[in-house]
């Protein structure tokens, strides 16, 4: 099955990076799609979590996962080096059924990656050439323009004036592949570590029903034949 489609927002410091991501999770949402954000943060000692609170106690007493549940928000917050984590691993936290990832900075991450096209948020000429050279591919620019930017023949868009104008261009590089994935949707994933295993429809089929056929032979289940399946199959070493 096809990717999941993931466009990054990147630039500098309040270059309307955030501004941009709101336009789009606004537009995207109002067409129907189901989006996801993720957001990186630089700052080495940064948590969410309030120090102090009954969460981060259970933080500092060694818990790993930590998990809030409140009437209109579950938390998760996980103590893990992301230091050397791929995007891979990152998209990997959000929900199954989310139809496209917006990321916010990762410049590193995927820079060169042709995967992941860009928007960029400029503030500066020098920031504009800078972007040109080293972001592939590059959907657009936001932020203030320059006449440089025009030279380069990449669009740009005023986030402020032109909301539509930029959900429209994201909107042509994701609609078939988003119609495509609802029309294949995947009833059934296999990941074995870190890598989700990829199999045809054939595969998928043959799978889930062996899957499903033990499951029904359980005491006091039922499955209905629309379920989903999910198989995790992870290594360890055991501690001496």
């Known amino acids: 099955m096809a990717q999941i489609p993931i466009i990054a927002v990147v630039g500098s410091k309040k270059s309307g990076k955030t501004?941009?991501?709101?336009?789009l999770v606004q537009g995207l949402t109002k067409r129907g799609y189901k989006?996801?954000?993720v957001k990186h943060v630089p700052e080495p000692d940064f948590t969410?979590?309030?120090k102090g609170k009954d969460t981060w106690r259970h933080v500092e007493a060694g818990?790993?996962?930590?998990?809030s549940v409140a009437p209109n928000e579950l938390t998760v917050i996980r103590k893990v080096d992301t230091a050397k984590y791929s995007l891979e691993q990152i998209i990997r936290n959000c929900e199954d059924d989310v139809e496209i990832?917006?990321?916010?900075?990762?410049?590193?991450?995927v820079g060169q990656d042709p995967t992941?096209?860009?928007?960029?948020?400029v503030k500066t000429t020098e920031e504009v050439l800078e972007a040109s050279k080293y972001f592939k591919p590059i959907l657009t620019f936001v932020g203030s323009i320059s006449t440089e930017a025009k030279r380069l023949k990449i669009p740009y868009v005023d986030v402020l004036k032109e909301q539509e104008k930029l959900v429209d261009l994201v909107n042509e590089k994701i609609a078939t592949l988003i119609e495509r994935r609802r029309k294949h949707k995947e009833r059934i994933r296999i990941r074995v570590d870190e890598q989700v295993l990829p199999l045809n429809p054939f595969a998928q089929r043959i799978v889930r029903n062996t899957i499903l056929g033990m499951i029904s032979?359980?005491?006091d289940v039922t499955i209905?034949?629309?379920?989903?399946?999910?198989?995790?199959v992870k290594s360890f070493s055991r501690r001496e």
């Open 101 to 109: 990832i917006v990321l916010e900075g990762f410049r590193k991450l």
């Open 217 to 219: 032979t359980l005491k």
């Open 48 to 50: 969410i979590d309030t």
């Open 19 to 23: 501004t941009a991501i709101e336009t």
């Open 224 to 232: 209905k034949g629309e379920e989903d399946v999910s198989i995790i």
């Open 35 to 37: 989006v996801a954000t």
């Open 116 to 121: 992941v096209p860009k928007i960029v948020a």
């Open 63 to 67: 818990a790993r996962t930590v998990i």
